[in-house]
Every structure is written in C-alpha cells, then in structure tokens.
C-alpha cells in the first residue's frame, strides 16, 4: 500500500469514528470518503464499531446503517432513498446474498440512468473491490459498459470538480497532455495507477489510436506498466505497418504518410520519460533504415539505452568505442554519461584515460570515472582512498562502493577519523558505510556513536546497521568476551529494549546484566 492509499485509509477510518461519534456532515464536521482505499476503510471501521465504555456506536446516519455488522440493517439501508453509490458498489461483493441482490439491482439501475457518471466515479472503487469473493460482478458489468458503443463512448463532459484536499495536493500522475471528453478519457487521465491501466487495456483492445498517438502516450506516461502497453500497441503497429517495403504498398501517397507517421512515432519514443520507452524507440530505428541515428543515443542516462544502442550500432558496421572514446577524450563534449558508456565497451588497457579523468573539474565525470574503474575491476585502494575526502558527494559515494570489497584493509583509525562531526557530511556517511563493511569492533563503535549523531540520515542509517547485525541467523563477527563490546551493547537502549541488549551480549559470550524477566 502506498503513502497515499495509507493515508486515504486513514481519513476513511476518521469519517467513520467522526459518524459514529454523532458528529454531522458538511463544512466544520465529517467529510465523506472520496476515494477508494478511504471508502473501504470506512467500511471496516463501522463493521468493526463496538461499545466503549458507556459510549455507544450511533448508526443514525444511511452511510453508517449501509456498512453495520448486521447483513438485515445493511439490506434495509439500501432500500432507503439515495443510498451512497461507492457504499452500494462495495455491498455488491457483501457476503450476504441478500445484501448482494439488492445492491446489484441499484448499481445496475445507476448505470443504466447515468452510465458515465457512474463510470467515472466507480471505476477505481470497482477496481479495487475485483479481487474478492464476489467482486467480479460489479468489475464485469463496468468493462462491458466500457466496451459497449454508445453511450460510453461518445463525446461527453463533466464539469471540473471543486478541489478536494487529495486532489489539491497530490502530484499529477499523469502527463497526457489530453483534454477528456470520453469516459474511457477521464479514465485514462485517472491519478489511481490501477484504473489507468484498465482503460488503457480497453482503449487498446478497440484501437481507438494510431501510431503517433500511441507513441506519444507511451513517452509521456510515468507509470511502467501503463508505458509498456502503450509501447507495445506502438511497436506492434509499426511492425505491420512495414515501413521498409513490401507487398502491402500500394500507393505512393500512402507509403508516404505510413513513413511519415512511422517517423513520427519513433521520434516519441526517442524522447519518452522512461527508459524501457527510449530503448524501444532505439531498436525501432533499425527497421525504419535510421540505425546510423544510434550514435545519439550512447550517451543516454538509462545504461539500457545505451546498451541498445551500442548494438544497433555496430549491426549497423559503426564502432562505439571509437566513437565514445572520441567524446571522453575531447574536454568540450565529455559528460557523465559518455563516460559511463565508454567504461561500458572499454578493456583494462582503457584505465589510464579513466584515472585521468580523476582530476576533471567536474565531480559528476570524477564520479562517473570511479565508476568506469569499478566496471573493468580496477579497486587500487592508493588511488580510491583520497577519494573518499573528494568536495563532490558523488565521487565520494563512488569511492566507498568501489572499496567495501576492501574494507578490512583500510585502517579503522584513519576511518574513525572521517566519521568525526567536523567532517563534511558526504565522507562522514562513506567512511561509515566503510567501517560497517569493515565489522568488527570498529564497526560496531562507528555505529553505536553515530546514533545521537546531530545528522538525521546518520542516525537512521546507523540504526538499519544495528538492527541488519544482530538479525539471528546471522553469525556475528565480534569477538567473544571483549569488555569494549558490552560496554557498546549496553549504550543500544536507544534504539533496542532492555531484554535484547541482553541476549546480545550472551550471543557474544558477554553477562547479562540484569535478571529482570528472566
């Protein structure tokens, strides 16, 4: 469950207890759910609502009466006037048959009179309640409607809804770019990632798109799973578009527009926010007669694209390596990832260009270059060790990551010495996470003196370090019987209770120090 659906769960648990408290609805009392995990939140707590005390749970309200414990006063709420939809929806997969009739029959009815309002509104709810027992019903009735001709999917409008706190507050999922004017529209543009990737299975399944607009919503779309299905619908119709020839061209003027839209979809793709997209759009060059256009893409972010590229590259007879190790060469055009590609198809004779650039003025290509190292398995711990007190963050993390495999040969002293409050940040966490992979005793002093450490991320990271250690079917690398470590132990009551202090100390050969429960 997300941040966002723990905190709609929260609000619909604080609606229930505000209605159940005999608080009223509107402006200065309880606001109604508005969104999925929050309505059935709601439902829980009131089916869970019991007597405290002398206080009595009150069911004056139909919202409370449609979710109560018992399945007769749940059947006689729907039967009053102007039942809540979202509460219907989730009686609709109620455990009671009877309960379940009635509800279908209202929901049934609600999407008859209005069936893009209800659509629009349900649909994530619906959604969410598929996978129980006797969810299908509702999720089935809601794909057929969707399915259907008309009315669903005729052009229609709503007006803007006023801003909730969830929406006023929220990112925005997604970035179409469209204006909705269909319901499967307002479903695409949906914030809930669930009910996105449902209309845009449906959008598919009666391709509604062509090509360019197919790719375009795959490079705008943030969320994978949705990308991939509009990167899919993309490639799928460029493949039997067959833009390179063939039997299917008839017409001049077509092939043309079939080229140019088959440009056009590769061009989004070469653009697209994730990086499945941009590598798709890669490997389509080569169908399309531009694999000479890999060469621009070998310095992507994403090390996926760059590897596609590569290899459209050299199916092409063009040479990567001469080509990246032009760019890391040349102080006008090298950047971060050009080094990353090179490190990426260079050998062990390229390390010297990669030291050299150890001293660039640029810390993210020092960082880049520590990594190009690490990649052709050069870690000579002379030349990473100063690294470590690097002014870039970038290159110091770089440097830890490239000599944890060493860290027992560094010595603690000199590491003890970089964790020092006066130390910048960035090496204080490096040495530290060196000192946790070194172990031992001073690893365990770092972490135990880091956790009143003035530096939040300090403090949580040195707690996740203790905790990791002393997970039981890990053997422990201290010594058995040493005073110092007792003495680390028993200053953990920050972060451990009193009784597991005390069955570390006996895991490493250590008194207990007191009797208490036991």
């Avoid at 890999?294 to 063009?318: E, F, K, M, N």
């Avoid at 102080?331 to 390390?351: H, K, L, N, Q, S």
Wanted: charged residues 25%; glycine residues 8%.
């Amino acid at each position: 469950m997300s941040a966002w659906e723990r905190q709609d769960a929260e609000n619909g648990r604080a609606a229930a207890a505000g209605l159940l408290g005999g608080r009223r609805v509107g402006i200065g009392g309880v606001r109604l759910p508005d969104r999925p995990a929050a309505w059935t939140a709601f439902d829980e707590e009131v089916r869970q609502a019991r007597a405290h005390g002398t206080t009595l749970p009150r069911f004056d309200r139909p919202e409370t009466r449609l979710c109560h414990r018992d399945g007769r006063i749940r059947e006689a709420a729907l039967d009053e006037p102007d039942p809540a939809l979202p509460l219907v929806a989730i009686r609709c997969a109620d455990w009671v048959p009877a309960v379940r009739k009635r509800a279908r029959r209202i929901l049934r009815e609600a999407l008859a009179a209005d069936p893009a309002r209800t659509l629009t509104d349900l649909t994530p709810l619906v959604l969410r309640l598929g996978g129980r027992e006797q969810g299908a019903w509702a999720l089935e009735r809601f794909e057929a409607a969707l399915r259907a001709e008309d009315p669903v999917l005729a052009p229609w409008w709503r007006p803007a809804r006023p801003a909730t706190w969830w929406r006023a507050e929220r990112p925005a999922h997604t970035r179409t770019g469209e204006q909705p004017d269909t319901v499967l529209a307002w479903l695409r543009w949906n914030p809930d990632v669930a009910t996105r990737r449902f209309a845009t299975r449906i959008t598919l399944d009666l391709g509604l798109f062509g090509v360019r607009e197919l790719a375009r919503r795959a490079a705008v779309e943030q969320d994978p799973v949705t990308s991939a299905l509009w990167t899919d619908a993309a490639l799928a119709v460029l493949a039997a578009g067959a833009p390179d020839g063939g039997p299917d061209r008839v017409d001049a003027d077509a092939d043309a527009d079939a080229d140019a839209d088959a440009d056009a979809a590769i061009d989004a793709l070469l653009g697209g926010h994730l990086p499945m997209v941009r590598a798709s759009g890669v490997t389509a060059l080569r169908r399309a007669g531009r694999a000479a256009e890999a060469v621009h893409h070998l310095t992507d972010r994403s090390g996926a694209v760059r590897a596609c590229a590569r290899w459209l590259l050299r199916q092409a007879g063009g040479d990567p390596y001469a080509y990246l190790r032009e760019l890391v060469e040349d102080p006008d055009r090298i950047t971060r990832y050009a080094v990353a590609g090179f490190a990426e198809c260079a050998g062990r004779a390229d390390a010297p260009l990669l030291r050299a650039l150890l001293h660039h003025p640029a810390g993210v290509v020092r960082a880049a270059a520590v990594a190009g190292l690490r990649h052709l398995d050069v870690t000579d711990l002379g030349l990473l060790r100063p690294l470590l007190d690097d002014a870039s963050p970038a290159v110091a993390r770089e440097a830890s990551v490239s000599l944890r495999a060493s860290a027992g040969q560094l010595p603690a002293d000199w590491l003890l010495e970089r964790i020092a409050p006066e130390r910048p940040v960035h090496t204080r966490r490096a040495a530290y996470r060196l000192l946790f992979a070194r172990g031992g005793v001073p690893g365990l002093r770092a972490s135990v003196e880091l956790l009143t450490d003035p530096d939040p991320r300090l403090r949580a990271l040195a707690a996740d370090h203790l905790h990791g250690q002393w997970y039981p079917y890990v053997p422990s690398d201290l010594p058995a019987g040493d005073p110092e470590v007792g003495a680390l132990l028993d200053r953990c009551t920050l972060i451990f209770k009193d009784h597991f202090v005390q069955s570390m100390r006996a895991r490493v050969g250590l008194p207990r120090t007191t009797t208490d429960g036991y």
